[in-house]
């Protein structure tokens, strides 16, 4: 009832500055007469539309108003989602690895200056690339170190994860390949290659101060997993990554080419 009673109160304040704009526009000259008279029926005719609206429809605002409340609260959500991801170094995430292009991982390369690490069972999808042999080359005589790990062929968990994939295609079938395809850059010395026989849990692809990390989910090869995107800040995710990297690479077998 309140409510009702200051609603009708700022409806007749509203009309009466309407029709005080109108009959003073009739005492002035014709221009301030024009101006006056239009604002006057303006705030009449908004009045009326308001009022009728409110009674009959209900308020045209409400809508308005509740919208902006779940903006607001939406916005406020992805702040604070943004200020979290951004003290864990966290700067992109896509539902599938086969989401990136190729060529955004030709670039990662070419862009790292010191150090280019990945780990995998077999990473058989980026020596693919035309151009990827070549690149490496040029990045190892640049200076970057450049350190892959790979999974052991005949080794247990490889073995093992060969069987959850099921229909995905020979896990050391695939590692024979890339290491025959690495094999030039083996033979020159410009790449370190270990092998591990490791219950993974993710890829990891790093390069200089950003990584790329794909989870491992049961029985789905890499490339349909999920990819985050990583940079290094201080006591951020990039460091336990970085961490698992070398743990992996210290319990590891150095790749040792056969002589035929």
Same mark, same amino acid.
């Given at each position: ?17 309407? &029709?005080? +704009? %109108? %009959? ?5 000259? /014709? ?6 008279? $239009? ?16 009674? #009959? ?5 409400? *809508? ?11 916005? =406020? ?8 991801? /951004?003290? &864990? ?14 060529? &955004? ?8 200056? $010191? ?6 069972? !077999? ?16 990045? /190892? ?6 350190? #892959?790990?790979?999974?052991? *062929? ?11 994939? =099921?229909?995905?295609?020979?896990? *050391? ?24 026989? !490791? ?13 790329? &990390?794909? *989870? ?7 490339? !349909? ?5 990583? =940079? ?5 995710? #990039? ?16 790749? %040792?080419?056969? +002589?035929?």
């Amino acid at each position: 009832m309140e409510k009702n009673k200051n609603e009708l109160l700022v409806y007749i304040v509203v009309v009466l500055l309407g &029709v005080i +704009a %109108v %009959v003073t526009g009739q005492f002035l000259g /014709s221009t301030f007469k024009g101006i006056l008279t $239009s604002i006057g029926t303006s705030v009449l005719a908004s009045a009326i539309i308001y009022f009728l609206l409110n009674h #009959f429809v209900g308020s045209p605002i409400l *809508p308005i108003i509740s919208s902006l409340q779940k903006l607001d609260l939406s916005l =406020k959500e992805s702040v604070e989602l943004l200020n979290q991801t /951004s003290k &864990v170094g966290l700067v992109g995430i896509w539902s599938r690895r086969v989401s990136i292009d190729n060529e &955004v991982w030709i670039k990662k390369i070419k862009e790292s200056k $010191s150090k280019i690490d990945i780990l995998g069972y !077999a990473i058989h999808f980026l020596p693919e690339h035309y151009e990827f042999n070549k690149l490496i080359e040029s990045k /190892s005589k640049e200076g970057c170190r450049i350190r #892959f790990l790979l999974g052991k *062929p005949d080794g247990y968990y490889i073995k093992a994860r060969n069987i959850e994939e =099921k229909n995905e295609g020979s896990i *050391p079938e695939r590692i024979e390949t890339t290491l025959a395809r690495l094999g030039p850059l083996i033979e020159q010395g410009l790449i370190e290659i270990r092998l591990h026989d !490791a219950p993974l849990y993710n890829s990891i692809y790093r390069f200089d101060s950003e990584m790329l &990390v794909t *989870p491992h989910l049961y029985g789905l090869r890499g490339a !349909a997993a999920p990819l985050i995107n990583l =940079k290094e800040i201080d006591k951020g995710i #990039f460091e336990i990554y970085g961490q698992h990297f070398e743990d992996i690479w210290s319990i590891s077998e150095e790749y %040792v080419m056969s +002589a035929d």
